[in-house]
């Protein structure tokens, strides 16, 4: 807390009073505080050094500048709020002041908004600091209810893993047994507790009839050899009311992604992917791209979603 002599003593200054009521409405920089009050930076600044020395107010880095604010130790009441609440009252250019103040903000707001324009119809494709599809699967998956998943050709278990934040309980089925022994080392390391791996093939899934409420096959259809029965058997293994989601490639020609990935199947396209799920008995059907990959061979990736009735 402030010394109270020291207060008083830095306060006795109308122009400290000044930039006071400023900083307990808004942070400003010093550049900000010079074209509100019209005065001097040296000035500025030796006033802000004064109020800093008595513990009035604090900064933090912003960029090239610092913004000033009241410090957390005073600007909550005591002697301080007395004092600014009737400065504002008997300060001639109190008024004059918050309105340019307000005046300032504006401006920094604008040009951040000018930003936005600036780049409005190419945000999403360009890079954007803390954007990344991880984050987003990560904030979306939040949104679930809690279930029992099961992650058909999970492989390392990577979703896997996302998807047993959130559930009940996570069933992760794969072929290959070293990815089993991956993704269990990946659980154990992260003290998941609700992630079980299953070696099984997609098409004969190791979990029992109406065992599961969301069934996910992120990138591993392509994989299957029949891929309408991976589809028949999460008919089978989910609830009644419980829903499939198909992440997966569209239909493509890049041949060498069987040498280079294993894939058994060249994507799919919307209308493939729509009668395998309703040929299965699922309604409400629905389909969409919703990635294009910009670098050759500039792969697309189709969402389909479909519920199995209650």
Do not use: C
């Amino acid at each position: 807390m402030p010394s109270i002599i020291k207060t008083l003593r830095v306060v006795a200054d109308p122009n400290r009073l000044r930039i006071l009521l400023l900083l307990s409405a808004e942070e400003l920089s010093v550049a900000e505080l010079q074209e509100i009050l019209t005065m001097g930076q040296s000035t500025i600044s030796t006033h802000l050094s004064q109020l800093k020395q008595a513990g009035l107010v604090e900064d933090r880095r912003t960029g090239k500048s610092n913004l000033y604010r009241l410090s957390g130790a005073s600007g909550g009441g005591g002697v301080l709020a007395v004092l600014l609440r009737e400065a504002k009252a008997e300060l001639p250019e109190a008024a004059a002041d918050q309105a340019e103040m307000r005046r300032v903000v504006k401006k920094r707001q604008d040009k951040m908004r000018s930003f936005f324009d600036s780049v409005a119809g190419r945000l999403g494709k360009d890079y954007v600091p803390g954007r990344s599809w991880k984050s987003l699967a990560e904030a979306l998956l939040r949104l679930l209810p809690p279930m029992v998943i099961a992650d058909l050709g999970a492989g390392e278990g990577a979703f896997a893993l996302l998807l047993a934040e959130r559930a009940t309980r996570v069933i992760a089925v794969d072929t290959s047994a070293r990815m089993i022994e991956v993704g269990r080392e990946q659980a154990l390391r992260h003290g998941v507790t609700n992630l079980e791996y299953r070696q099984g093939d997609m098409e004969e899934v190791p979990i029992g009839d109406a065992e599961v409420d969301l069934v996910f096959f992120s990138q591993s259809l392509h994989h299957a050899l029949h891929p309408e029965r991976a589809v028949d058997e999460a008919w089978r293994i989910l609830k009644p009311g419980g829903r499939i989601v198909i992440l997966d490639l569209a239909k493509h020609r890049f041949e060498e992604a069987r040498e280079l990935y294993a894939d058994e199947w060249l994507g799919f396209s919307e209308a493939e992917l729509e009668a395998m799920l309703e040929r299965s008995g699922f309604g409400s059907v629905q389909t969409s791209v919703v990635h294009k990959e910009p670098e050759t061979p500039q792969f697309q990736t189709l969402l389909v979603v479909g519920d199995k009735p209650a």
